[in-house]
């Protein structure tokens, strides 16, 4: 693949990011932002019992529900889309006998799948009220290390259902690859810390709702990705021949 090409589909990817955002800002603001609300009620709520109060909010509310998490989830969409762009290009031809919008929807969920859904299995999304803030730091190194974790065993089960599809053919090969990557996540799930740090009183429902909220953002975001970055390659990687009609039309006329 060319470099020309590359930059095209790098393109197309952040494109189809920025599109794949805009669905998951909706999901974000008409599914998620009902749950915040509620959550930092609740903190409120816990606050106006103790001598000190709350703190002044730094950025209203109104703002960050709004412009704040356009330009988060929007600038997420953009960079992630241009980062699997690349990894497309690498895989496309080389993970099986699939096309380009196959390829796209497939890397799609592996990415839906490594980037999020293993990590937030361990360590799901919590809402505001729900958390140490002295342990933030090590919440987010923790997230961070399983999501590591997992892109890197899911591109080693990759690597290693080729290599075994000779020998044991491509169905069994893909069994023993995906079987080992369940193997060692739950390893790492098992020997990982776990983190508890959920109010007893917190609303049980308040609080997988917002995580069940979370998870449909990204799953809006990933295969919103899919469906348009995989239909934007195709056109790009695959042209449709010009029609009769428009090649007669281009066609020089006889003296």
């Known amino acids: 693949m060319n470099s020309a090409t590359v930059r095209n589909l790098l393109v197309r990817g952040m494109l189809a990011g920025l599109a794949a955002g805009v669905l998951a800002l909706i999901v974000a603001?008409?599914?998620?932002?009902?749950?915040?609300?509620?959550?930092?009620?609740?903190?409120?709520?816990?606050?106006?019992?103790?001598?000190?109060?709350?703190?002044?909010?730094?950025?209203?509310?109104?703002?960050?529900?709004?412009?704040?998490?356009?330009?988060?989830?929007?600038?997420?969409?953009?960079?992630?889309?241009?980062?699997?762009?690349?990894?497309?290009?690498?895989?496309?031809?080389?993970?099986?006998?699939?096309?380009?919008?196959?390829?796209?929807?497939?890397?799609?969920?592996?990415?839906?799948?490594?980037?999020?859904?293993?990590?937030?299995?361990?360590?799901?999304?919590?809402?505001?009220?729900?958390?140490?803030?002295?342990?933030?730091?090590?919440?987010?190194?923790?997230?961070?290390?399983?999501?590591?974790?997992?892109?890197?065993?899911?591109?080693?089960?990759?690597?290693?259902?080729?290599?075994?599809a000779p020998k044991l053919g491509t169905w069994y090969a893909t069994v023993v690859a995906v079987l080992g990557f369940v193997v060692l996540i739950g390893l790492a799930y098992a020997f990982l810390p776990t983190v508890n740090e959920v109010p007893g009183d917190f609303p049980a429902a308040l609080l997988w709702r917002f995580r069940l909220s979370a998870l449909a953002l990204q799953i809006t975001l990933w295969s919103g990705f899919g469906l348009v970055f995989g239909e934007l390659a195709e056109r790009l990687l695959h042209p449709k021949p010009a029609t009769a009609s428009a090649a007669s039309a281009a066609a020089p006329a006889p003296h």
């Open 29 to 164: 603001y008409f599914l998620g932002e009902p749950n915040v609300d509620s959550a930092i009620g609740f903190e409120e709520s816990h606050a106006a019992a103790h001598e000190h109060g709350h703190e002044v909010e730094l950025v209203s509310r109104s703002l960050q529900s709004t412009a704040g998490l356009a330009t988060g989830v929007l600038i997420y969409g953009v960079a992630f889309g241009g980062i699997t762009a690349l990894a497309y290009c690498f895989a496309l031809g080389r993970v099986g006998n699939f096309g380009a919008r196959a390829t796209a929807l497939l890397l799609s969920g592996a990415a839906l799948l490594a980037v999020y859904v293993v990590p937030f299995l361990k360590y799901p999304a919590n809402p505001p009220a729900v958390g140490d803030p002295d342990t933030i730091g090590k919440r987010t190194t923790l997230y961070l290390l399983m999501m590591v974790l997992a892109v890197l065993l899911a591109v080693a089960a990759v690597i290693v259902g080729k290599r075994l």
